[in-house]
């Protein structure tokens, strides 16, 4: 499947997401293509008369979320979330995730914790029946002795490989790096989630489990939903 239709296929996933969204909520913002979808459809309803706030999990997103006129509240606020909207770059069957692709993972795991409710939207290549393999897990860490971290995560199991752009490396927006792990499957992502942040020099992993309240798919087929404990 091309990417134009994948991504087509995101976007009709994406305006099922807004359909959600009330007027008077407070809503998490995620970052990525997809979540670049959600952001446009609700700057559409915003044009057409809804009123909502938002929190922004990167500054791309903040970026892309003042352009479509969504009032952003500041970082620092303890903001009454109702709803999150993000990708995702796995999905298993008990909706557990993989996130971070991005380099984001950081501040959208804080933004789904905050959360009442935590929608995820995806095209339905990121499906999987186990998490790992097909895409590594990004682990973000602070550069101090990062490559004793290293050594640390990959005692848990897997490969970690040092996140580069452009031949230089990654930096997320608060300064810290990105280790890519490449694992065969995690089978116990619950585990390996509470094992990962105990290493002292790890920030956060993108591990997000038992957090999506509803996962939004997009299919060849139409857009299906998968609400959690189903």
């Known amino acids: ?5 994948l991504d087509d296929l995101k976007r009709q996933a994406a305006l099922k997401a807004v359909d959600y969204v009330r007027d008077g909520m407070v809503v998490g913002l995620g970052t990525g ?6 952001i446009l459809a609700l700057g559409e309803r915003i044009k057409k008369g809804l009123k909502i706030k938002g929190v922004p999990t990167s ?3 903040a970026r892309l979320a003042r352009k479509a006129k969504i009032p952003l509240l500041p970082d620092d606020a303890a903001w009454p979330i ?8 796995q999905v298993d069957q008990r909706l557990n995730l993989i996130k971070g692709g991005g380099g984001a993972l950081l501040k959208e795991k804080i933004v789904a914790a905050a959360a009442k409710r935590f929608i995820v939207v995806v095209d339905h290549t990121k499906r999987v029946p186990v998490l790992g393999g097909s895409f590594p897990l990004p682990v973000e860490i602070i550069p101090f002795g990062w490559a004793n971290t290293a050594k640390k995560i990959e005692a848990l199991g897997g490969t970690a490989v040092l996140r580069k752009r452009g031949g230089k490396i990654f930096k997320t927006e608060a300064g810290h790096y990105i ?17 990962l942040n105990a290493l002292p020099g790890v920030v956060e992993n993108g591990l997000f ?14 857009v299906e939903e998968q609400h959690a404990g189903h």
Request: proline residues 4%; charged residues 25%; aromatic residues 0%.
């Open 1 to 5: 499947m091309s990417v134009s239709n």
């Open 59 to 61: 500054q791309e997103t």
């Open 209 to 222: 489990v038992s957090r999506a309240s509803l996962v939004i798919v997009g299919t060849p087929a139409g």
């Open 82 to 89: 109702d709803m999150a909207i993000d990708g995702a770059d």
């Open 179 to 195: 280790l890519d792990v490449n694992i065969a499957r995690i089978d116990k992502p619950a585990e390996l989630e509470l094992q």
């Open 33 to 38: 293509s997809t979540a670049k979808h959600v």
